[in-house]
């Protein structure tokens, strides 16, 4: 018999994955045009920026390491 | 079909898959295929016998405007004995155009607009060079551009197949 218990968690699972694989785009280095854009930039808007921090730090005590320099480029 | 036989189709489909989707990337040891089987746009020169880079290149990466006048520079001290050639890979072509009257360089300029060639190449980074010997092999490899040192790379890199 096929379907026992143990396939079915097996095939269960092997959907999973394939399903979760399916869910993942791989962006080639030079297909990275729009995720290096401008506006892809986290820190494009400074004065947004600055009251995200200054709330982040009233509530948590805590500054800084909520963003990177540099958009989605890839470059180096 | 028994459950063995399964589990094994699946795990071979799996594999299969990713097989599939890893291009082989271009290394050094291996020949550039021939660039005229690629419908660039652009004029491209006689390479033969010819030590060739090979740079790809996008008008929205920052490198690969900084690596701009390390290449000019290049093609201008070495002039008939180099032959630089820029691969873009823009989307469009306005992009390429507006980027190259901002950096006004006279090596030779070619638009992979169908991104055929850069999708056999598989290069790792934006940009990506190759150096190539006069039979037109990879003998030297550059993922991305580091400035000072990259360009002491090329300059020895070259010379050495100068030689």
Not at chain 1, 25 to 52: F, S
Not at chain 1, 57 to 66: L, P
Request: aromatic share 8%; charged share 25%.
């Amino acid at each position: 018999m096929i379907f026992t218990m143990k396939n079915k968690a097996f095939f269960l699972l092997a959907s999973v994955v394939l399903l979760a694989a399916t869910g993942c785009a791989n962006v080639k280095p030079w297909q990275r045009e729009h995720l290096a854009d401008y506006t892809m930039r986290p820190d494009r808007d400074p004065l947004g920026v600055a009251q995200k921090e200054h709330i982040w730090f009233s509530r948590e005590e805590a500054s800084g390491g909520s963003v990177v320099g540099g958009g989605g480029c890839g470059c180096n | 079909m028994n459950t063995s036989l399964l589990k094994k189709s699946l795990l071979a489909a799996l594999l299969a898959g990713t097989w599939l989707t890893a291009a082989a990337a271009l290394k050094v040891g291996d020949t550039l295929p021939d660039l005229t089987g690629f419908s660039l746009e652009g004029k491209l020169p006689d390479t033969k016998g010819k030590v060739v880079v090979v740079d790809f290149w996008a008008s929205w990466c920052l490198p690969c405007a900084e690596s701009f006048p390390v290449l000019d520079e290049l093609q201008k001290k070495y002039g008939d004995r180099l032959i630089v050639i820029a691969v873009n890979v823009d989307e469009k072509a306005s992009n390429m155009d507006k980027f190259l009257k901002k950096h006004t360089v006279t090596f030779n300029i070619v638009r992979d607009a169908g991104q055929k060639l850069v999708a056999t190449v598989s290069p790792e980074t934006m940009p990506t060079s190759f150096i190539l010997d006069g039979e037109g092999k990879v003998r030297f490899l550059h993922n991305g551009f580091h400035g000072e040192s990259t360009r002491k790379e090329y300059i020895s890199e070259i010379e050495s197949l100068l030689k």
